[in-house]
T-cell receptor, first 113, second 114 residues
C-alpha cells in the first residue's frame, strides 16, 4: 500500500515568515513529486513539480526533495494571508507502475497578519 | 494551459435519481480521473481511464460507473443517487507521454443529494 503522509495542521505562521510544509512517502521507487494548493471550496491547483534530489525554486516557493529519506517539503518565503490554504503533496508512480499518483490528505496553512 | 472543464459547479439531486457528471479536457491527455473529496478523508479515486473505452476501478467505485467514448470526455454516472454520495467531485487529466506528468484538475462539482 503506497502511502503519503502529511501533518494535517493547521500550521499557523505570521505574515512575512517562512512556512515549511512536509511530506513523507513510502514507495522508494517514486520518481515524481508535486505540490498542489487548494483554497477552501476550490479545486487543487498545481504549484510545484520536482523530480530530482535537491531544491527547486519558483518565486516565493521552494520544493526540496530527499529520495534517500523519502521526504519532500515545500517552503513558502515571505508568507502572505493569501497563501492560507490546504497544501496537498502528491507522489507519482515508480517506473513501470500505473499512471495514478498517491495524494496526501493535505496540510492546512494559516498565515495571520 | 491545460483546461479541464466540469459541466456543473453545483448540483442538487434527489435520492434515487440517475446523475451524470461531465468532464472535458482540451489537451489531448490520455489519462482522466474522477475523485471525490470529503472533509478529513482527502481525495479518493473513484475511477481512472487511460484510453478511450478503457477504465480501471479506483478505491471507491461502488455506486458509480463511468463512460469514455471520446478521448476528451470522461463522464461519471451515479446510477441511483444516495445521500452518502453528497460530496465534491473532481475530474482531472494527465498525459501518459511522460510517466511523471502531474494531474490537472477541473473546478469541481459540489453535488448535494437530498
Amino acid at each position: 500500500q503506497k502511502e503519503v503522509e502529511q501533518n494535517s495542521g493547521p500550521l499557523s505562521v505570521p505574515e512575512g515568515a517562512i512556512a515549511s510544509l512536509n511530506c513523507t512517502y513510502s514507495d522508494r521507487g517514486s520518481q515524481s513529486f508535486f505540490w498542489y494548493r487548494q483554497y477552501s471550496g476550490k479545486s487543487p491547483e498545481l504549484i510545484m513539480s520536482i523530480y530530482s534530489n535537491g531544491d527547486k525554486e519558483d518565486g516565493r516557493f521552494t520544493a526540496q526533495l530527499n529520495k534517500a529519506s523519502q521526504y519532500v517539503s515545500l517552503l513558502i518565503r515571505d508568507s502572505q494571508p493569501s497563501d492560507s490554504a490546504t497544501y496537498l503533496c502528491a507522489v507519482g508512480p515508480p517506473s513501470g507502475g500505473s499512471y495514478i499518483p498517491t495524494f496526501g490528505r493535505g496540510t492546512s496553512l494559516i498565515v495571520h497578519p | 494551459d491545460v483546461k479541464v472543464t466540469q459541466s456543473s459547479r453545483y448540483l442538487v439531486k434527489r435520492t434515487g435519481e440517475k446523475v451524470f457528471l461531465e468532464c472535458v479536457q482540451d489537451m489531448d491527455h490520455e489519462n482522466m480521473f474522477w475523485y471525490r473529496q470529503d472533509p478529513g478523508l482527502g481525495l479518493r479515486l473513484i475511477y481512472f481511464s487511460y484510453d478511450v473505452k478503457m477504465k480501471e476501478k479506483g478505491d471507491i467505485p461502488e455506486g458509480y460507473s463511468v463512460s469514455r467514448e471520446k478521448k476528451e470526455r470522461f463522464s461519471l454516472i451515479l446510477e441511483s443517487a444516495s445521500t452518502n454520495q453528497t460530496s465534491m467531485y473532481l475530474c482531472a487529466s494527465s498525459s501518459s507521454g511522460r510517466k511523471n506528468s502531474p494531474l490537472h484538475f477541473g473546478n469541481g462539482t459540489r453535488l448535494t443529494v437530498t
